[in-house]
């Protein structure tokens, strides 16, 4: 197979959990090849960059094949190769970290747990 469905490739490569969820992704603009918004039924090819926006990062993936059958995770490495830029993963490490201070409203109240976080953060700021 030389080309595939985006919406079909994502999520037989477990990028997105369902083949809805991939379309929708892609409908809203959180999809990219090339700088470019795609539609779900863009056809893709070996070589191509995706970029796919899951606030707060945007992963990258080089395609290796194109499939639009699931496969299993172990197989993952001859689908696609992660080229997302490491500074992205610091940016999920840093929204990890402070995800306690930017709570959502109607969480409650901090706990203890949340508290000794905060702590240790504030601590090593200074």
Known sequence: MEEARIDKWLWASR??????????????????????NVKPSRMVKVGETVSVRKPPITYSFRILKTIEQRVGAKLLPEIYENVTAPEQYELLEMTRISGFVDRARGTGRPTKKDRRSLDAFISDME
Do not use: E, L, P, W
């Not at 990028?15 to 470019?36: E, Q």
């Open 15 to 36: 990028i997105f959990k369902t083949r809805s969820i991939a379309a929708d992704a892609c409908k809203n603009g959180r999809v990219t090849i090339g700088g470019v």
